[in-house]
């Protein structure tokens, strides 16, 4: 399991972005976090076109399907569908890794229950603004 943000652990961080202008105020080499919505569309389009690797927050496996065809290299879960999506990941061989949200380590354990690829906690992730 991988994890991101442990307190124990040093690990990369996420950078959340909600316009291709943030994706300037991040490190070269940074994974941009972006919600999987229509809107984000251009964001999603924008990263794959200039090879920066990202990650998508997916709610439904048929999201988790879209987004590992447009070659996010993590797809975050909640606790609620986890499961469903690491089950999808693991029949389609996904090269994309299903990661947990998780705020502490009980809710670890419970992604570790479900098998999860990885999981990421909020110290992780950063939001960056325009």
Do not use: W
């Not at 251009?42 to 997916?58: E, G, K, P, Q």
């Not at 809710?107 to 325009?130: C, P, Q």
């Amino acid at each position: 399991m991988i994890l991101f943000g442990h307190p124990l652990l040093s690990s990369e961080c996420f950078y959340h972005v909600e316009s291709i202008d943030a994706i300037i105020h991040t490190p070269s080499n940074a994974v941009i976090a972006v919600v999987f919505e229509e809107q984000n569309m251009d964001i999603i389009t924008h990263l794959r076109l200039n090879s920066i690797r990202f990650a998508l927050y997916v709610t439904t496996p048929i999201e988790a399907v879209l987004g590992e065809n447009l070659r996010a290299a993590y797809l975050i879960v909640d606790a609620k569908n986890g499961s469903e999506i690491q089950k999808v990941a693991e029949h389609y061989l996904f090269d994309a890794k299903v990661i947990g949200y998780c705020e502490d380590e009980e809710s670890l354990e419970e992604l570790i229950e479900m098998r999860l690829d990885g999981a990421i906690f909020s110290e992780a992730v950063i939001k960056i603004t325009s």
